[in-house]
């Protein structure tokens, strides 16, 4: 694995565990690294430990010894830091969670073996069971002090990895619904792969079912089970059931087993279908894959495309801003612009399921007054959720001539 920028990565940061893969092109499919060399050991904790009083950090099953058995200073609930803003206390020092995370990254993407991870790597593909604002920023921003770039760096929740893996997994039985179960210790819950193959693009979304406790004791487990399994999928054809966390075993499902096998429909078992997944989609995003037909319906999908109509090079273009379709996650642009007889920004706003357009002003109060295209502007657009999107705009000026006055302008709108 010693090419240019031509690495692609799955990496899943689970609540416990985490693991990673790298997609291999000649068997066209992602390959799980392990921890150690010759091992089936795929899976590390989500941890890391630091050394009192010195920057010596470990990970993985290294800062599991290390805690244990070398004093240093243990650092868990990586998910729930990423969840909020505040700083952590770490030997006597307030730490920022992109600080803990780039550790943790770099980590991680040095089982990979590459002497050189932001110019060798093409993307790499972050899965987590479910993403927030906050979490967002923090990836990215590990990312970016690692040196990865925007285009490099691609977020995705577990629904959105089930998706990815089933799409390139098994072809054959699109034609009906694939189910997941999540074993979480002694809690189960289930969800269905849908796509409707009558629509163009044909969407897909995750629907999601029941959550079950279930007992720990094995013959009342597997009467648990049992149960969940009727009423997850009895009322409907399911061609394929995969079987994802730590808690399921055969041992104890006697009478589960044949259940879910029952009408034909085949079934998975292992720990890697989120980290594959992730691997696939980040293939995707680098336009390597093989679903151009298809609009996975993302709760974090944004709905509308959004452009600026401009004069470029003496030609009038329609410049898009954001594109439907794409998770309000992914959505960060930046371009320069010079107004033209005007004092405000308009946007040209259009729904993907094909609505009419509308013209939106966004006005820049306190523009500085200055001859005609001689204001040029820096705009950026992103978003905070599926539905707010924050537009910014920064006064460069004109050269010597018209100097910035350093004027911001932030507006957030709901399209």
Request: aromatic residues 10%; contains cysteine.
């Amino acid at each position: 694995m010693n090419e240019t920028r031509n690495i692609i990565v799955g990496l899943e940061i689970g609540k416990q565990q985490s693991q990673i893969c790298y997609f291999d092109r000649k068997e066209k499919e992602p390959i799980s690294i392990s921890v150690k060399t010759g091992s089936n050991q795929y899976l590390f904790p989500t941890m890391l430990s630091k050394k009192p009083g010195e920057e010596v950090w470990h990970f993985g099953m290294e800062a599991q010894y290390f805690s244990r058995n070398e004093g240093e200073i243990p650092v868990t609930g990586f998910l729930g830091m990423l969840g909020k803003s505040e700083e952590i206390l770490v030997d006597g020092t307030n730490r920022k969670p992109e600080e803990l995370l780039e550790h943790y990254l770099r980590g991680c993407i040095s089982l990979l073996g590459t002497a050189d991870p932001a110019r060798q790597i093409k993307a790499v593909m972050i899965t987590v069971p479910k993403l927030s604002k906050t979490m967002v920023g923090a990836l990215y921003q590990a990312g970016e002090r690692m040196g990865f770039g925007r285009n490099q760096i691609f977020l995705q929740d577990y629904d959105e990895s089930f998706y990815y893996y089933v799409m390139n997994h098994r072809r054959d039985n699109w034609n009906r619904k694939i189910g997941c179960f999540l074993f979480e210790e002694n809690e189960v819950s289930f969800a269905s792969l849908v796509i409707d193959s009558q629509k163009r693009p044909m969407t897909a979304y995750i629907e999601h079912g029941v959550t079950a406790q279930i007992s720990q004791d094995p013959v009342e487990r597997d009467e648990n089970f049992y149960r969940l399994i009727a009423r997850s999928c009895a009322a409907e054809p399911y061609s394929s059931i995969y079987i994802v966390g730590d808690g399921f075993d055969q041992e104890w499902a006697v009478r589960s087993t044949p259940y879910l096998c029952k009408n034909q429909r085949h079934v998975y078992y292992g720990n890697n279908l989120y980290v594959k997944g992730a691997c696939y989609g980040a293939r995707e995003k680098c336009d390597e894959g093989i679903l151009k037909g298809y609009l996975y319906l993302s709760p974090s999908l944004v709905r509308n495309h959004v452009a600026m109509e401009m004069m470029v090079n003496g030609s009038p273009k329609t410049y898009v801003l954001a594109e439907a379709g794409k998770n309000w996650y992914e959505i960060h642009t930046e371009l320069e612009l010079i107004l033209d007889d005007r004092e405000d920004l308009e946007f040209l706003v259009t729904p993907m399921d094909g609505g009419s357009k509308t013209r939106c002003s966004m006005k820049l109060p306190g523009l500085p007054k200055r001859p005609n295209k001689t204001t040029r502007l820096r705009v950026t657009i992103s978003y905070e959720s599926e539905e707010l999107c924050v537009i910014q705009a920064e006064d460069l000026g004109f050269g010597e001539m018209f100097p910035s006055q350093g004027n911001v302008w932030i507006e957030k709108v709901s399209w």
